[in-house]
């Protein structure tokens, strides 16, 4: 029997998973592996909390950005499920090349949730913004502040925000001044230091953060939609425990846990 941290890593994952294949351990249940966005933390561990409550064997969960989660996924990593923080990094997956049928199990992809793009501050900052057309962010972060946010070419979270302030006529004036993170929790937690006097983040992140405040938030209209899917992963070594999961995360029950958390369910 083995015991991996809530957050494992992808090497924690490997090793917990080529464990569970050994014969002494084949007659252990292991519970689906399941890959979720950073922003994920919190709302998942409820979530998988709950389903183990209810008499199954607690999910594997690890986080990170979706980029990455998404390449370790055509680069063989064992997993059941992928929460994507856009849809993006899930068509990628989807469409990507090395597994014959592909790397999703046909008729699991659906969305999961829904977020909101925040414009936050160190909680005790006395800086007010009102988001819209040409509104001075630049002049928000000072002399030398850098605005903090996920690395645009890459994490879902970066992305938005760099089309938010592309819309917003704002983008040309704070691209040089960008403290791209490798997640949006790397980029909550410089804000959250004081080692950036502003950031975007997702509002579920700033909610679960108190060294932080939201500012505002950006209009629903500068950005494309941002939703999360879910899909379950083929050649799965969990199928009916990650499918029952998968269930479980859509069902009524589940979408009020990550409701609890401030996501959009609808």
Known sequence: MFAIPRRATLGAIVAAVALSLAPAAAAQPRGPVVLAAASMQESL?????????RGHVRPV??????????????????ADLFISADEEWMDYVATAPGRPG??????????LVTNRLALIAPAGSKVTMTIRPGFPLAAGLGADGRLALGQPGAVPAGKYAQEALTRLRVWPSVAGRVAGAESV?????????????????????????????IIALFPAG?????TYPVAALSGAGAG?????????LLSRDGRAIFAGYGFGTK
């Open 61 to 78: 969960l690890s986080f990170a950005a979706s980029s990455a989660l998404a390449r370790q996924i055509v680069n063989g990593a064992p």
């Open 240 to 248: 009916a425990q990650a499918e029952g999961f998968r269930r479980f």
């Open 102 to 111: 592909g790397w999703l199990r046909a008729g699991t992809r659906a969305t």
């Open 222 to 226: 500068s950005h494309k939609p941002i």
């Open 185 to 213: 929790r790397a980029a909550l937690a410089l804000v959250a230091r004081g080692e950036a006097p502003l950031g975007i983040v997702y509002a579920t992140d700033a909610r679960v953060e108190p060294k932080v405040r």
């Open 45 to 53: 561990n409820k979530a998988a909390d709950a389903w183990a409550a």
